[in-house]
């Protein structure tokens, strides 16, 4: 929901190093023995993750200038020009809540959201293209998406609230890899490509080569992801994207992608998101998902045991580990429940 790409969580696309939050220096050190979730702020622990109920002060925003390039291929050169000191800035939801806390900080900001056609939402080639400045809530009301991914739309309502989904866009939302997030979860299910652009040239990543741990993706400093690619499901196809919360963020986020012929059902994949730093899969739960219908229903409670040791949950401000567990079978049952009917 933030600036759409590069910084805060980016990393080299060829796999040499990931990054993390970036300009901020000695201020961010992750911490391995908190599975990467938590940072330390000048020897003091605290969390990007739990800056909504963290007692840190706000702060008055430090200078900065703000760049509007015309065109991708202008922005990534001001990223490349800027190095550690810029970063892209589109949403801002959680960029400017992040430096406001004096976590990150930045002298420039390249605003993405004077390019042109960079929030477009179109149908191409059997795909949905959504463009990466395009906000939740344009995607929650494009006619377009709800004709064609009613399970995209539904999720869309549901992120945070009307005020984010107004300013947040998907493409931040998606690089800024907050763990306790919606879209991820159900765009790794559904098979989406993020689309990405820097210096080098274009390519394409799927979620899982996109999002690398919690605020850590695979792009480079100069690369900003410019649209998503939503194959649109085939007619046999059904999909269900449900969560669970208590305060802001969700507890846990399930998607279910169900393949369904007659009585059998060909094809499955479950993604579980919140319940730890990444959207998990498991080869062993989408197998046990597959089969006649009734038969399926018995091994429910195995699927979501092995969906929970893949996803491996955490405890945190959201909910305990063994809590988590639990809320994975519950909505696994309730994902297929709602995907069948």
């Known amino acids: 929901t933030s600036p759409m790409l590069s910084t805060a969580p980016s990393a080299c696309a060829s796999g040499k190093r990931r990054s993390r939050p970036k300009g901020c220096g000695e201020l961010l050190k992750r ?9 330390e702020d000048r020897g003091s622990r605290s969390s990007i993750l739990d ?3 963290s007692v840190l002060l706000m702060m008055p925003l430090r200078k900065f ?3 509007q390039p015309k065109t991708t291929a202008e922005a990534s050169q001001m990223l490349a020009e800027y190095g550690d000191k810029g970063r892209l ?22 605003d993405v959201k004077t390019i042109p056609d960079l929030n477009k939402i179109e149908r191409k080639n059997g795909s949905l293209m959504i463009g990466g400045t395009a906000t939740h809530r344009a995607i929650e009301r494009s006619p377009l998406v709800r004709a064609n ?9 549901n992120v945070a609230n009307v005020r984010v989904r107004a300013s947040g866009t998907l493409g931040g939302n998606l690089c800024f890899a907050e763990p306790h997030s919606d879209p991820a ?30 605020y850590e993706t695979s792009l480079a400093d100069d690369e900003l992801l410019v649209a998503v690619e939503i194959p649109i499901p085939a007619k046999t196809e059904r999909a269900a994207y449900l ?8 507890t846990l986020g399930l998607a279910l992608v169900l393949d369904i012929d007659g009585d059998q059902i060909k094809k499955a994949k479950a993604v579980v998101g919140s319940v730890s730093a990444l959207p998990t899969q498991s080869d062993r739960c989408d197998g046990l998902l597959i089969g006649a219908k009734t038969q399926v229903e018995k ?25 988590k567990r639990h809320l994975i079978g519950v909505f696994l049952r309730r994902a297929f429940i709602k995907a069948l009917t």
Do not use: C
């Open 31 to 39: 911490k391995k023995e908190d599975r990467g979730w938590r940072i």
């Open 51 to 53: 800056l909504r109920s």
């Open 65 to 67: 200038t703000i760049h």
């Open 89 to 110: 800035y589109a949403g801002g939801t959680e960029l400017l809540l992040a430096m406001k806390h004096d976590l990150l900080r930045y002298e420039h900001l390249v």
């Open 149 to 157: 991914l009613p399970v995209l739309a539904e999720m869309e309502t």
């Open 185 to 214: 979860t159900l765009l790794l299910a559904l098979g989406a490509k993020a689309h990405v652009r820097g210096n080098a040239g274009t390519k394409s990543l799927t979620i899982d080569e996109l999002i690398k741990g919690a």
């Open 243 to 250: 969560k669970f919360q208590l305060k802001e963020r969700p």
């Open 299 to 323: 091994q429910l409670g195995d699927a979501a045991e092995a969906l929970a040791k893949a996803a491996d949950p955490v405890d945190d401000l959201e909910g305990s580990a063994d809590y």
